[in-house]
């Protein structure tokens, strides 16, 4: 752990002990009280519907997700849904934040986007959800009958209008927001005025996605959607502690709720226990002062929603990170990995031997994997003759055996192990070679095994995918075989 991370771990523990015995002490909480109030509650049918509530609004995120990579990449709700809550298992498990890294890169895996592009995307994601919780706590605060959570609404109206006004300028101006930090950050020197402008220049890229208006609204919407389902979590408990009398307690859920996740905010331990109690239980004796509501009711109410969100997305994401095949051991030898494939030789793509054959297994799974590339955005490949074509992706194959064979000899027994899988599960699942198979049913095994199988299969077909295209489009003898073709 690096000593920022370190530092970061320790400012979040001190916070979180110093709230949890904010709530304790200053509260002057019986513990007799608060056992009585946890026997007195009414779980049933609340605590389910909170759960399902906090459930529908996992999957709204994982719509949104989906909607923010819809151009570049395909997702579906599900895998979205698990990339989101992967985030959110890490952060409730491990210090200082990992979570959002960690959700980034199996982002980068789960679609092939490049990593930074991934955390920018995450980058615009929370700063929705900030803006979001802003207006909902600003408009819910504001129907208080108390003058300290009125004054609250104000100055939270104001913080979302000027961060509104920001991210409408990172949108619609991305220059004029790149040059303003340069200027500013000029007196600091090169490297800081070089990083500086570096990460600006990747938050406005991100927030390019709000230059299209109507894929723009879809993401308000599904982000006050989102909150709308956590706020009903929320208003699911109240009943719990005979809390709910009229629809205006359900309004005063929302400001618990916006209040209670922008307290959280603030650096923390995993899970945030401590933060999450404090800003929750302080909320509710805010907001529902007229109902002579206690601080052990407050507090027993804290921890129950605390309980809902944690288990429910922590069990969520482990499970997801066990389908996905992903170990937390990744998340800290990320660098390490790239530093070290960076590191292996590449032979020089020009010498590609004519004469050589490679098996119909390799040109059938060639021919699929270029047809797959095409369907997925990327340029078509291009229409020549039938002669011309084999050719080049026979060239391409070649060059892609070779490659394969400069790697070291464990990662190229991997890679061969994956191949004869996929020809034994031809063989086994249609009686038929792979070679044997039709273009659209290879095509679907690829794009199945690309995007959605597990994490080896998507990690030796990106490798696949990256030599054969290198092969195709920058091989010299390949663009002579182009080439001619053109001149014909």
Not at 357 to 372: N, V
């Amino acid at each position: 752990m690096t000593t920022d991370k370190a530092l970061h771990t320790l400012i979040g523990l001190a916070i979180s002990i110093g709230l949890t015995a904010a709530v304790v002490c200053n509260s002057r909480i019986d513990a007799s009280h608060l056992t009585r109030a946890f026997e007195s509650a009414d779980y049933l049918p609340w605590v389910p519907l909170a759960l399902l509530a906090y459930v529908i609004g996992m999957l709204l995120r994982g719509v949104r997700l989906a909607v923010l990579v819809e151009r570049d990449s395909v997702l579906g709700t599900i895998d979205a849904s698990n990339i989101v809550a992967i985030g959110y298992a890490v952060n409730n498990l491990l210090p200082a934040r990992l979570g959002e890294l960690a959700r980034a890169w199996v982002l980068s895996e789960r679609t092939g986007l490049p990593y930074a592009r991934t955390l920018g995307l995450t980058f615009i994601e929370r700063s929705m959800d900030g803006l979001v919780i802003v207006a909902i706590f600003a408009l819910s605060a504001a129907r208080s009958q108390d003058a300290m959570a009125q004054g609250m609404a104000v100055v939270a109206m104001s913080i979302f209008m000027v961060a509104s006004g920001i991210a409408l300028t990172m949108a619609l101006l991305p220059e004029m927001a790149v040059d303003f930090v340069s200027l500013l950050t000029q007196p600091l020197g090169n490297k800081a005025h070089d990083a500086a402008v570096s990460a600006m220049s990747e938050m406005v890229r991100g927030f390019t996605v709000l230059r299209d208006g109507a894929r723009a609204m879809r993401l308000v919407i599904l982000s006050f959607a989102v909150w709308a389902a956590e706020a009903l979590m929320f208003a699911c408990i109240l009943p719990c502690f005979a809390l709910a009398s009229s629809y205006l307690d359900y309004v005063k859920a929302l400001a618990v709720m916006s209040a209670t996740n922008l307290g959280i905010l603030l650096p923390s331990t995993p899970g945030f226990v401590g933060t999450y109690h404090m800003f929750c239980s302080s909320a509710m004796q805010t907001f529902f002062a007229g109902t002579g509501i206690t601080a052990s009711v407050a507090l027993s109410y804290a921890v129950i929603v605390h309980f809902i969100f944690f288990a429910t997305v922590t069990i969520w994401g482990a499970l997801a990170i066990s389908v996905y095949g992903i170990e937390f051991s990744a998340f800290a030898s990320l660098n390490r990995s790239l530093m070290k494939a960076q590191s292996t030789p590449v032979q020089a793509t020009a010498q590609i031997d004519k004469a050589s054959q490679p098996d119909a297994f390799w040109l059938a799974l060639t021919e699929a994997i270029l047809s797959d590339c095409a369907n997925h955005g990327l340029d078509k490949v291009p229409v020549v003759s039938v002669g011309q074509i084999q050719e080049a992706r026979r060239q391409s194959t070649c060059f892609m055996l070779r490659q394969l064979e400069a790697l070291p000899r464990s990662l190229n027994l991997a890679c061969r192990l994956a191949a004869a899988c996929i020809a034994f599960a031809a063989i086994c699942s249609t009686l038929k070679p792979f070679a044997d198979l039709s273009l659209d049913t290879r095509k679907r095994a690829v794009d199945w095994l690309s995007y959605r199988g597990p994490g080896f299969g998507r990690r030796f077909f990106k490798l696949l995918r990256s030599l054969l295209l290198l092969a195709y489009f920058e091989n010299a003898s390949v663009i002579r075989s182009l080439e001619a073709s053109e001149s014909t």
